[in-house]
């Protein structure tokens, strides 16, 4: 065990349990439909001590870093998997081109949930598929029978703006309308809303040649359209 991923868990797992609330433990386990037991931290207090503990530890490598997420994944609260992904935004350039699939696969697909995967889409999909060229994987992941790896390959060009791979996107959209599956289908939707802020008229394109689309994709995809 390298000295960072040591020194990040034994003070995680000393401090962490402090700043919990059992009240608020109860209500985020069920807000969470008991994907795991919570310590009941707050948002701001997990990442202050996450920003403590690494204020004095030395910039990890990639392996340091995968090393201690995955550590962090297996703990049983899931505050450890929030910090994980606290760690992972902190250190998202040390990351190299093999995280994704050697690493962030298996987090995905691991305690999956909404949160942890769309954390993990925020702090290292999108930015590390804006670095390294990911479109294989992206396609591999958008094939894959796992919900979550589904959800988590259309996520991944949400808020680029101009710089959206749009026929990418649609891409990865076009052989899930029809899914009936929630978690895929509001992601559908949010991708379609985000992409009608900078090209109204592709996202009504979609629609028309996609009647098919799940209702829940729609709704979200016509927010913004007129």
Known sequence: MTEFKT???????????????????????AYMKDIAPF???????????VKSILSELPVPTSDELAATVRALWKLEEREYQYAANDILGKYHMQLDKKFLADHCEYLIKTKSWWDTVDGLGSVVVSPLTMKYP????????????DI??????IQHQRGRKYETDIDLLFELCAPHVANKEF??????GWAL???????????IRFLVEHPDLNSVAVREAKKLTK
């Open 148 to 153: 979550w790896l589904v959800r988590a390959s």
């Open 193 to 203: 809303r985000d992409l009608s802020r900078i090209d109204n008229r592709e996202v």
């Open 7 to 29: 020194e990040v868990i034994k003070q995680l797992k000393r401090e962490l349990p402090k700043l919990g609330n059992h009240k608020k433990a109860i209500g985020a386990q």
């Open 183 to 188: 978690f895929i289908a509001k992601v559908i």
């Open 134 to 145: 990911a479109e294989s994987l992206m396609r591999k992941w958008n094939k894959s029978s």
């Open 39 to 49: 310590l009941g931290v707050m948002t701001p207090e997990r990442r202050s001590l």
